[in-house]
């Protein structure tokens, strides 16, 4: 092969025709035995490598279980929210609902079909948080892979 110099070698570009300047560098992750990419690119959120290998592996999934939002606290936080949103709002709209067909006045009507309203608008969202929770454990294992599914659909 031919002959570079030192500041040419580990620098993201293919100065030899067989990518062996770029091998075996620190200071990136290599995608595939062709393909490599600037090491603060890795587990950044963003899919660099063709394969998504540099956000899709175990090291991400560590990080992202560690520092994400998928944190076991904040997910028994979010369940536990959700049935309560759920059971409180459930009761709020069933009371009003009954409450409704007796009230005599205007005000009285309009004032209690706003109070349905919002618990109707509360009792979808704590249903959200416990779908976001079911479907967290569901799918732990393959949401990376599922998260560029969702991004480019």
């Known amino acids: ?16 025709d067989d990518y062996s300047d770029e091998r075996g560098c620190l200071n990136k992750f290599h995608c ?11 587990c950044d959120g963003s899919y660099d490598c063709a394969e998504k290998n540099d956000e899709c592996n175990d090291e991400c999934r560590q990080r992202n279980l560690s520092g994400g939002l998928l944190r076991t606290w904040e997910m028994l936080i979010a369940l536990v929210i959700g ?7 459930l009761g ?17 009507l309009v004032n209690d079909t706003f109070v349905c309203l919002i618990a109707v ?8 948080m416990l ?3 079911v479907y967290h454990h569901v799918t732990r294992d393959t949401w990376c892979e599922e998260k560029y599914t969702w991004k480019v659909s």
């Open 92 to 108: 709020s709209v069933l009371t009003t609902s009954v409450k409704l067909s007796r009230i005599e006045t205007m005000s009285g």
């Open 131 to 133: 779908l976001l929770f």
């Open 32 to 42: 595939d035995k062709v393909t490599s990419i600037p090491y603060d690119k890795f």
């Open 1 to 16: 092969g031919k002959c570079i110099s030192a500041s040419a070698v580990c620098d993201n570009v293919n100065d030899c």
């Open 83 to 89: 049935i309560a949103a759920v059971i409180i709002n």
């Open 121 to 128: 608008g509360d009792f979808l969202v704590g249903l959200y």
